[in-house]
């Protein structure tokens, strides 16, 4: 059994500075430990594919992630691991509880299944990982292999934690409530364009500072044709969870603006996120949703999005601005202006594609790669 402290301030001189997760009783005396630690940052996350993605951000972003949650949460985040962090060539670390391990202590039935299968599910992600380390002086060698594995193969890995593995820490405070914001606006009467229109406005508001996350799908390859450039980022598969990704790179670079371009089928598939990065209100977040009513990569199958007041969501999950554009100038004029305070600007727009839209001829590593040399040089 190891205390948290060690393993926290090993990692922390590895260069994991950014924590997010989702509770476990394993995994409880780490999460203490971090919410206290200096020099460290624990985002909690709606849900475990959340927690990865905004891992993958700060890694981007500059900062070493580190993802960490129950095996059974596991199944959460198996699209951003196979979707996000393998196509796009992101390690980050993991730490994956091993409830109801086979031949371990009791536990609940609803881990028989996960707990038999951990291991596998992650081989078969081809994320490598062996057992948490329980000794202290396994702990430095331990963080050294899983760090030249991420280094020499830009892929996640993981440590599997048995029970009782870390000792208990204390309890820190709970954690700090925030008043929410102010009623949405009203909903305007209909659509203010066509996507591609709409990232045309979002692009000339762009500062050549600011970093433009794009939701899978078309929005990303409609902003690529529109003109590619290194501050941008077309995110492939792991639908919804760009706006957790944005918040990962806006918590390691609070000094430019990120513009995360989200759709409506993408943000109601996760929704929770809003939760998180409500609660965690990045100044220099810009969070735009593009909503035209449907899934149209998909073959134009509608959302629930008519039914939802997508503003009053935002400002009921704590952000402090909540706007409505009701024009293609207006949703300009929101994203120029946005930086100040977390911002949701909710854009309807009319289903259509333009013909003949090119896919990206530059690969989802690439991408990637070319973004984080971009803020560390820019």
Known sequence: ???????????????????????????????????????VRYVGAANEGDAV????????????????????????????????????????????????????????????LMGAITTDMLTLMRVRWEIFPTEPAEI??????????????????????????????????????????APS???PLGAIGRRTEALTAIRAAARPDDVLVATTGYTGRELYALGDTANQFYMVGSMGCASSFGLGLALTHPERRIIVIDGDGAALMRLGALTTIGYQRPRNLVHVVLDNGCHESTGGQATVSPSIDLPAVASACGYP??????????????????????TLVHAPTAPGVPDKLPRPKITPAEVASRLGQFLRTR
Not at 12 to 32: A, D, E
Not at 87 to 107: F, N, Q, Y
Not at 147 to 153: C, D, F, N
Not at 159 to 181: I, N
């Open 53 to 112: 993605a905004i891992a993958a951000g700060a890694t981007v972003g500059g900062t070493l992630g580190v993802a960490m949650f129950q095996n059974s949460g596991l199944g959460n985040a198996v699209n951003p691991l196979t979707s996000l962090t393998f196509t796009s060539k992101i390690p980050i670390l993991l730490i994956v509880t091993w409830r109801g391990e086979p031949g371990g202590a009791h536990d609940e039935p609803q881990h028989e």
């Open 185 to 187: 606006p009203a909903r």
């Open 321 to 342: 601005r909540a706007e409505r554009a009701v024009s293609l100038d207006g949703l300009r004029a929101l994203v120029a202006e946005g930086g100040g305070q977390l």
């Open 1 to 39: 059994m190891i205390d948290a402290r060690d393993f926290v301030e090993t990692a922390t001189r590895s260069g994991f500075s950014l924590w997010s997760g989702v509770p476990c009783s394993y995994l409880q005396p780490f999460i203490n430990y971090v919410l206290g630690a200096p020099g």
């Open 140 to 181: 430095g060698p331990a963080l050294a292999r899983a760090k030249a594995h991420m280094e020499s193969s830009s892929q996640p890995f993981a440590f599997v934690m048995r029970k009782d593995s870390v000792a208990p820490w204390p309890q820190v405070p709970p954690a700090e409530t925030r008043p929410l914001a």
